[in-house]
Each structure stands twice: as C-alpha cells, then as structure tokens.
C-alpha cells in the first residue's frame, strides 16, 4: 500500500492541474472524541431522542411541529461536542494542510466544529455547523448562535431567553440550526455544494477517512473525482458504500486500518518526499 501510495502521491503534488489533495471525513473521525457516529447501536440518535430513527426525527417537517424539543436536544448535543476535544486523527489533518498548503482540502460531514478546534483552516462543512442559526422561514441571513445561549443536559428545558433568543428578529418566527436534516436539499449557501463538487473535480486524491457514503452529495463528490482521474483512497475499517462505489476501478486504494494509523502513514510518506524534495 505504501509504495502505490507514494507513487500516487508524488504524481498527484508535480501536476499543475488536478493537484489538489481533498479529504472527505466523516462521524468515525470523532468516535475518538467520544462522540457517537449517527446509526450506531450507541449512536447518537438512540441517546435522548423520542424516535430512535434519525430520519424520523432529524426532520424539518419535524421542527417545524416541535421546535422547542428539537432545540433542546440541538443544545443536549452542543454540549456535548464542547465537551469533546479534537483527537489525534484531527490533529494529524492539521499536520498535512500544514505540509500541503494551498494544495490541501477538507470536506466535512461534521457539525462538531472539532476540525476546526485543532485548527484545520481550508475547510467546507457540508452538512452545516452547530455554531450557527437561521430563519425557519427563510427570511435572515445566516447568523451565529448567541453566547449567550449554552448547551444543556438532555433533560434539560429551554428558558424563557432561551426562546427569546431563538425568534427571529425579522419576522418573530423560531431560528432554527444550520444543518442539513434528512427531508433537506444540499445548497451552496448552508452545504457548499458547488463548492466541494468543483473540489473534487480538480483533486488528484480523494482520502475518505470515517465515512460511509449513506449520504448523497459525499456519494457524489467521490464520483466526481474518478469522472475526472483522481485517485479513491477509502480510509475505514470495515467495507462500505464507497467500496462498492471504487470496486471495478483501477485509481482506488483500500486501506483497512484506523483513521489515526493512516492518517500518521500519510504523513509519513509527505514528509519523506518533501526531505528529498522529489515532490
């Protein structure tokens, strides 16, 4: 693996166009953190939520009948990702923007804002971000969660300036948090959908570290990459949608190991070529 990876990796960093190293990560990255992935036996969504199906729950539809109930298990989670602390995968991506520059890309699933904590700066959160908040009804710009506003345990309820905060000033309606929920479409303004998609196409490597390909713009922004030459690498330690996906494709790399261990590889083969200066 290491040897087609060094290849890869020296052809993808001398070329003037397709060059750009992306990375796409999803919940495994932060499993680490102590947070759980969405669908698993402990996920998530099992932990505090009335309906135990994200789809069911995790709804537009749904906020749009229990506001309230939504925001206090928005602010259950907030909590509990400041809780968490960035762990050695994250730092590790730090690590290779540092050595890529202007050549490295991070596409994210994560609303956690962990990425950001260990200081990842070229970075497209697609699913939105628990930092921030809009109009239910379309009608302000995105803003910031007010500071004012703190995380909550899961039986905790809203306060009374906790609703006063969360109205929109425009036209009184509920803010709602900028994320991506199952019954919504991906856009640029929130998701970043162009965005990642022109990314893609010009990367030369794709690293899918954490994810599994259940959602449909990470699907196809690795179906973008191979349309136009780049290299799959998947990063995971079970088989999963994108294995099907780079089944029958020659510029794919398949690596059955934790994100930590291959992320430190990655590196490793980075700063082996930069000494050498044979990138």
């Given amino acids: 693996m290491k040897t087609q990876l ?7 960093y001398t070329k003037n166009n397709k060059n750009l190293f992306t990375f796409l990560t999803g919940a495994g990255i932060s499993a680490d953190s102590g947070i759980p992935t969405y669908r698993g036996t402990d996920g998530i969504w099992v932990k505090g939520t009335k309906f135990h199906k994200p789809e069911e729950f995790g709804t537009f539809k749904y906020f749009k009948e229990n506001p309230e109930e939504v925001w206090q298990y928005t602010l259950f989670r907030k909590k509990m990702f400041e809780n968490a602390e960035p762990n050695q995968s994250h730092r590790e991506i730090v690590e290779i923007e540092n050595l890529l520059q202007d050549k490295f890309h991070l ?9 950001r904590r260990a200081g990842t700066k070229r970075i497209y959160e697609i699913h939105g971000n628990n930092r921030e908040i809009k109009c239910a009804d379309g009608c302000k710009e995105i803003a910031y969660l007010p500071v004012e506003i703190q995380g909550k345990d899961i039986n905790e309820d809203l306060s009374e300036r906790d609703i006063e905060l969360l109205k ?3 036209c009184g309606g509920w803010m709602r948090p900028n994320i991506l929920w199952f019954d919504e479409r991906y856009d640029e303004k929130t998701n970043k959908k162009f965005s990642s998609l022109k990314i893609a196409k010009n990367s030369g490597i794709l690293f899918i570290v954490g994810t599994s390909g259940a959602t449909n713009l990470p699907m196809a922004i690795a179906e973008t990459t191979l349309k136009y030459g780049g290299t799959i690498v998947d990063i995971n330690t079970e088989d ?14 398949s690596i059955r190991e934790t994100s930590t261990t291959a992320l430190k590889e ?6 082996e070529n930069l000494k050498k200066h044979t990138l």
């Fill in 107 to 115: 596409i994210t699933q994560n609303i956690d804002n962990l990425h």
């Fill in 6 to 12: 060094d290849e890869i990796i020296k052809q993808v």
């Fill in 168 to 170: 929109c000033k425009e």
């Fill in 240 to 253: 999963n949608l994108f294995t099907t996906l780079i089944k029958d494709k020659k510029n794919k790399i």
């Fill in 266 to 271: 990655i590196k490793e083969i980075l700063n």
